[in-house]
């Protein structure tokens, strides 16, 4: 089983910037790919930038050039780094694990992990 924690979001005003974490641990050594999903109150939660393990990203055209994820393996941590933020940007921010591979023991590929969010506000 793999835990996922969220943190860095906060209030802040339109243009600002924030880095969100997402720390994983327990059964980390599977193969998987990381994604940062948001929701905002009455809305779908919708997809926001995916990190494959060999570095590849994918980001929502909403956010494609003022956002960028990353990751340490190390640290067992992804990153989110949100520049030029907008009131649009407001929502509770999700971080995301799916397995990719069945490489090992114990790993089964689909299987899927989710953070319990980090609120990220920002006023105009």
Same mark, same amino acid.
């Given at each position: 089983?793999?835990? &996922? ?5 906060? *209030?802040? !005003? =339109?243009?600002? *910037?924030?880095?969100?974490?997402? =720390?994983?641990?327990? *059964?980390? +050594? ?6 940062? +999903?948001?929701? =905002? ?9 995916? /990190? /494959? ?15 960028? /994820? *990353? !990751? ?12 030029? &933020? ?7 921010? +999700?971080? +995301?694990? /799916? ?26």
């Amino acid at each position: 089983q793999v835990q &996922l924690v969220e943190s860095g979001g906060d *209030s802040v !005003q =339109a243009g600002g *910037s924030l880095r969100l974490s997402c =720390a994983a641990s327990g *059964s980390t +050594y599977c193969r998987s790919d990381m994604r940062w +999903y948001r929701q =905002a109150p009455g809305k779908e939660r919708e997809f926001v930038s995916e /990190i /494959i393990r060999d570095g590849t990203t994918k980001y929502a055209d909403s956010v494609k050039g003022r956002f960028t /994820i *990353s !990751q340490n393996n190390a640290k067992n941590t992804v990153y989110l780094q949100m520049n030029n &933020l907008k009131p649009e940007d407001t929502a509770m921010y +999700y971080c +995301y694990r /799916i397995v990719s591979g069945s490489f090992l023991p114990g790993c089964s590929k689909g299987k899927d992990y989710w953070g319990q969010g980090t609120q990220v506000t920002v006023s105009s």
